[in-house]
């Protein structure tokens, strides 16, 4: 890619000097976010205003452009066909590095849970790259690769969530309320002006307010840190899985925050075990299923 894109610079500078004095910069706008989301299928503008698909202007327009550009910067003929080889055989063969990912995930036909399939799909990536071979001639990823749902729940930062909710402690609680009814979630997290954790605000802590709380009577609204669950027991990212279980079976807890060197980076709640046990056991039967058959 680096080789690629020098040569291609290079001989786009020899060819026609400042190439903004040639092409509009709407068009090249226009070509970013076409390239991000197409890749290789993407439709590009070039000079003149034509539009041609991505594949053909990199094959029979940018190549030779990089290939004129490498060999007058005084690199060896052997080294540039063997880079600018491996970006042509990616172009025709329309497979480079996203697509091999993107087709590996697409093979597994929603087989094991997300975290198995990513697992696989890393685990197959560092294998072949260690090969040596260009991307273009991998095989796609083997489930089998990912080692198993066992492997992928072992810490918590395998099945901890990372989008997050969180309020300043001194919010009004009615934000709070608003946001869980938003989110469709049970909990809040609170942080201090450095954002660090401070304390978690629950569905039922803002219930006990119903009946009490006035706020037509106050002066200012009430803070969040008014109502919050202050200190609240955290786990780390490296936390294996089932002692993060037995703490919240412990404390009666529904809801783990998770921090890392002092800063809030996920959680882990009741509703995450339950919907990856429901996963598992629906898995095992129907592998007891298939055996019976």
């Known amino acids: 890619n680096a080789a690629f894109w020098l040569g291609l610079v290079s001989g786009i500078v020899t060819r026609w000097g400042d190439i903004g004095e040639h092409f509009r910069f709407e068009e090249a706008h226009t070509n970013f976010f076409a390239a991000a989301r197409g890749g290789l299928n993407a439709q590009l503008f070039w000079l003149d205003g034509r539009l041609e698909p991505a594949r053909k202007i990199i094959l029979e327009t940018f190549l030779p452009l990089a290939r004129e550009g490498l060999s007058d910067s005084g690199i060896a003929p052997k080294d540039v066909d063997q880079y600018l080889g491996i970006i042509a055989q990616r172009v025709d063969s329309a497979k480079n590095g996203a697509q091999w990912q993107l ?14 399939r990513m697992a696989a799909v890393t685990a197959s990536m560092i294998r072949q790259e260690e090969t040596g071979a260009p991307v273009h001639q991998w095989e796609l990823a083997r489930l089998e690769e990912g080692g198993g749902w066992q492997r992928n729940y072992i810490r918590v930062e395998q099945c901890m969530d990372t989008d997050l909710v969180t309020v300043n402690e001194h919010e009004p ?4 309320a608003q946001l ?3 989110n469709n979630i049970r909990h ?28 037509e009577l106050l002066e200012t609204p009430m803070p969040v840190a008014d109502i919050m669950l202050p200190s609240p027991m955290t786990v780390s990212p490296e936390t294996p899985t089932l ?18 060197d002092g800063q809030l980076v996920g959680k882990v709640t009741e509703r995450q075990f339950m919907a990856i046990a429901r996963r598992l056991l629906e898995e095992k039967l129907q592998e007891e299923q298939g055996k019976e058959d």
């Open 243 to 260: 002692e993060a279980i037995r703490l919240m079976r412990l404390h009666q807890l529904s809801f783990l925050p998770v921090e890392k």
């Open 103 to 116: 087709s590996s995930l697409s093979a597994f036909e929603g087989r094991g849970p997300l975290s198995e």
């Open 173 to 176: 609680v009615e934000l709070v």
């Open 180 to 182: 869980m009814d938003w």
């Open 188 to 215: 809040v997290l609170v942080e201090d002006d450095e954002h660090h954790l401070v304390g978690i605000v629950s569905r039922r802590r803002l219930l006990r307010l119903v009946g009490s709380y006035h706020p």
